[in-house]
């Protein structure tokens, strides 16, 4: 991404009122395109129903959409470069809006799956485009005001995404979430082109590392398949999920080893041999992985099972969303005077305990009950991903800084995607264990709950403990992942800020945060 950081030809300078108005609606684009990432968690059950389909093909509309994103983030240079940052975030946000409008009307799964990974790879576009056009029209002296803006819009709408998306559900119906994306989207799209049109920087005609993105993405869509596909097949004796693994696998050697030795890398994998880079970007995958997928079966397992609504699910998520913000703001302001690894060890470890105090209810929990380990995640979850992020891209600056983040970008946001369907699998298996064996010790129980309906009551009672027994479980599992992902940081050495213009650097990173 080296645009941001080369010199342009001069321009038509933006009046006071044009730069506010310009940068209000590329925040309002930004919040629209993280909204879509959390408001859609409490829809999926709904959207099963609607479309007809399994929950679990629901998951995949999700974790698409993710792994669409993350291949949008290495290949937005190209289009910014190519096409300037009027026609790309014109063409972006009419493409999001499009994709929107199938979403909101087709009744057909396929369809509506395709328009997610439409919306998915658009929506990813337009977040590392928008930074540029907020670094570049902005005077050094009064880039503070748009990149806190730009802080605002990225850390708000996925943390309130999940409750306002509980009420749009219930109240209006799952499908006015994507009714409302499209004038929001068209009006980004339009006042953004008019504002930029004639400021234009000097295009270039970089060269696109076809090869390796061919690969990349039949790695990741071959392995995101096989995946989604465990969900309801059996794993290792499906000849299609070993096939889509070797064919994914032997996709990701042949990328690692063309972008090693190419000129103009996709990604840079030669980070990789920077200790701190390698740490910070394990540890994004995994805390990005156990993340997503706990607070997908969260948000629709406890429909499903437990009988919430997808207000009350979303309701359950509030407090979470209202601590992040400020523990967010302290780790931003500390991140500059603690150790990175401190910081970031805290937050893991606070996630790990709220983790293991949702896997300690032995019996259905109230609401009030399910509140405060809520508040508790809040507290950390705006420390949790900035130190992993301040670690990774530790020593570096400029255009190195900024493809750091893009490698980081990717894989956040397929640590996202590949947690949905890892967990979804995991709550599957274990939920039928479980009822197995509450009932395999007494036959004639077993006998009576399958054919007589006076017993439908001891079997529905008998579901829900089973489903209490996985939520332990996975949550049981995660404590220890996050566990594991603070002691990693062991390893990492101190963190060096090269870069020396702090409120850019806290743009980058939050590129690579949810």
Known sequence: MTYFLRIAAPIPALSASMLTLLNLVIGLGHFLVLFNTGAYLPMIPHVAGSLGVNPAYADWTQANFFLAMALAFPTATWFLNRWGEMLSLLGAFLAFALASAVCAQTPDYDWF???????????????????????????????????????????????????????????????????????????VALISAILLVGREAEHRHPPLDWPGLIFLLIALAALESALNSGEIISWWRSNTIIFLTIIGTAALIFFALWEWHSTHPLLELRFLRRRNFLIGATGLFFTA????????????????????????????????????????????????HIDARILGMIALLGFSAGSFWVSSYDRTASFDELLWPQILVGIFLGGLFPPLVAIALSGLRGAAEMRGTAFLNLLRVCGQAMGIPIMATLWGRRLIFHEHFLTADNATEKHGINTSVGHATLANHIAHHAALLTFNEIFYIAAWGFLVVASLLLLAKRVVFAEPDVRVRRALEELAEP
Do not use: C
């Open 113 to 187: 799956l395709a328009a997610r990974v439409v919306q998915g790879y658009a929506g990813g576009l337009t977040i590392p485009i928008s930074l540029g056009a907020i670094l570049r029209h902005y005077t050094p002296q009064r880039r503070n005001i748009g990149l806190s803006l730009w802080g605002i819009a990225a850390i708000t709408p996925f943390t309130l995404g999940p409750t306002i998306g509980g009420w749009i559900t219930d109240a209006l119906g799952w499908r006015w979430l994507f009714y409302l994306n499209i004038p929001i989207a068209i009006v």
């Open 289 to 336: 992985l156990f993340f997503q997928g706990t607070m997908a079966i969260y948000m629709v397992e406890f429909q499903l099972t437990m009988g919430y609504s997808a207000w009350m699910v979303g309701l359950l998520l509030l407090p979470m969303a209202i601590f992040s913000k400020l523990s967010a703001t302290l780790t931003q302001r500390f991140l500059n």
